[in-house]
């Protein structure tokens, strides 16, 4: 018990506001009681897997490590969905489960799983809970230092052995000096930066806002740059079709400066129709493929943004390439006039999260986004189903927040029983479904080939009695009076509500030509 004493009083000093989990009857239960001796919340979950996605979000918002608590074994198998989006997003957890201590000899079998195999793939790492292992706050640093993702800390129980140290951040490949990169930005004309998720994290979108050269971003960086004016110019994920803005800016642009150019933050990894610069961190896998001219670390970036300084174009093009496609995609009652009147009409504060799907690529542009912090995206792993645990996290984070979540017809059912904490927490939480009772994404290539859209039907009917079965106040839309009708008559203060907007299949498969 005193080791789990000792872990609640590091948990609750760095300030973790609540945790998510199911627990065991063991050491799990005996951590979650003296959390909660100490203040510290726990929202019990109904799959594991939410929960760390629930707590990754927590992490991702307040840029401090979120908190999940399993047992052993299954438990840490149900964790999987969530460790791969904090690992695709990079978003800092630190996942918490019991487990048996290494000397613990192999008739101890109940449960039992190799946790570090299990996760290895989408995990930072595996320490153990001892009196030679690392402090939560050790491991917390460790999640949260880039680039951010999950680490599992066993509860071990029984002796132990030592434990290896916590690995040092990876190394920045650097081809050019700080110097020569800044002299080449200033030999430029038209120079363009694309920023990536790190630009987030270094907390650059102050500095970028003031620049008079056009900003693109990846989804991942969504409102790094208040998108509702320049210089942004909108969202860059290097397979934009010939309506995307990033097409029409980039063939003018003479001078590509990235800032965290990543491969996994994007649909497309090519060389830039023009020279390209990067000021980076680490070495991501994949990064050749960008063909950069040059790369360096971002501490160059003062004298790249003095060297910015007077250089001025590309507002009138970016400006115009803008409304072209948000005009094409607000034609008729779309998901395009869906996300165009949540902005008109809910405050502008309110946070936006998506998870995948067709509604998505038109989300992405036609939602502005004021800053980072209220877009939240599974920009990475466009990982389907993931929006409504994200959701609810952050309304919970952010009580006073309006929180949208839109999802569509592949991600509703998957995590549908967590949206019981936010009614009875009666968060400021908007859930919109997008539906046409397809995969309307994976359609196109079963219409381009003439393949079997079978796989890609849904049957069964309204969501809305079962949201309104779990609590949650729910109404059909079926047109844009109905929407227009029900948005200004909902009151975050009172709780959350379900909104089912329906569209034509055809319709809605065909939104996005052109955009990717």
């Avoid at 001892?130 to 880039?146: H, I, K, Q, R, Y």
């Avoid at 990982?383 to 309006?402: F, K, W």
């Avoid at 859930?431 to 039907?457: H, N, Q």
Wanted: aromatic letters at 6%; hydrophobic letters at 45%.
């Amino acid at each position: 018990m005193a080791s789990r004493e000792r872990l609640a009083e590091q948990i609750a000093r760095r300030g973790v506001p609540f945790v998510f989990g199911i627990p065991g009857s063991g050491a799990s239960l005996e951590l979650l009681d003296a959390l909660e001796r100490r203040g510290v919340a726990f929202y019990l979950c109904h799959f594991e897997g939410s929960a760390a996605m629930m707590a990754a979000t927590v992490g991702r918002l307040t840029g401090r490590a979120g908190v999940v608590i399993s047992i052993k074994g299954p438990g840490v198998a149900n964790l999987l969905p969530g460790l791969a989006l904090a690992h695709f997003e990079a978003f800092p957890l630190v996942a918490i489960a019991e487990a048996y201590g290494v000397s613990a000899p192999p008739a101890l079998a109940h449960k039992r799983l190799d946790h570090s195999s299990l996760v290895a793939a989408v995990a930072k790492g595996v320490r153990g809970h001892a009196d030679t292992g690392p402090s939560f706050a050790e491991l917390a640093s460790w999640a949260e230092a880039e680039e951010p993702g999950p680490v599992l800390l066993e509860l071990r129980a029984g002796p132990d052995t030592p434990q290896e140290p916590i690995p040092p951040g990876p190394a920045t490949v650097v081809t050019s000096g700080a110097e020569a990169v800044a002299e080449r930005v200033g030999k430029s004309q038209r120079p363009l930066v694309v920023a990536g998720a790190l630009a987030v994290r270094l907390g650059l979108g102050a500095v970028l806002q003031d620049l008079a050269v056009p900003v693109l971003t990846s989804v991942a960086a969504k409102g790094l740059v208040d998108e509702r004016r320049f210089p942004s110019a909108g969202i860059f994920t290097g397979a934009g079709g010939p309506l995307a803005p990033e097409a029409a800016i980039l063939r003018e642009a003479d001078l590509v400066i990235g800032i965290g150019l990543h491969p996994k933050e994007l649909l497309k990894t090519a060389p830039f129709p023009c020279a390209a610069i990067d000021l980076g961190v680490g070495a991501p896998p994949g990064w050749e493929a960008f063909g950069l001219e040059m790369r360096t670390a971002p501490d160059a970036l003062p004298m790249v943004i003095e060297a910015l300084a007077g250089k001025h174009w590309g507002q009138e093009l970016a400006v115009d390439a803008i409304a072209a496609l948000d005009a094409r995609l607000c034609e008729g009652f779309l998901p395009g006039a869906v996300f165009d009147a949540l902005a008109r009409i809910l405050p502008s504060r309110t946070r936006l999260v998506m998870d995948t799907g067709s509604f998505c690529t038109v989300g992405e542009h036609v939602w502005k986004a004021p800053s980072a912090s209220l877009s939240l995206l599974s920009a990475q792993g466009r990982y389907m189903g993931t929006g409504l645990p994200m959701g609810v996290a952050a309304s919970l984070v952010d009580p006073e927040r309006p929180t949208v979540t839109v999802v569509g017809d592949g991600g509703i059912g998957m995590y549908l029983s967590e949206v019981r904490l936010a009614i009875q927490a009666k968060a400021p939480l908007l859930l919109v479904l997008m539906t046409d009772s397809a995969f309307a994404s994976i359609r196109t290539r079963a219409l381009k080939d003439g393949l079997t859209e079978r796989p890609l039907r849904m049957t069964g009917g309204s969501w809305v009695p079962v949201l309104e079965g779990l609590g949650m106040p729910g109404r059909h839309i079926r047109d844009e009076a109905d929407l227009l009708d029900a948005l200004p008559a909902w009151d975050p203060s009172g709780g959350p509500l379900f909104l089912e907007v329906a569209f034509d299949a055809d319709r809605y498969e065909a939104m996005v030509h052109g955009v990717r």
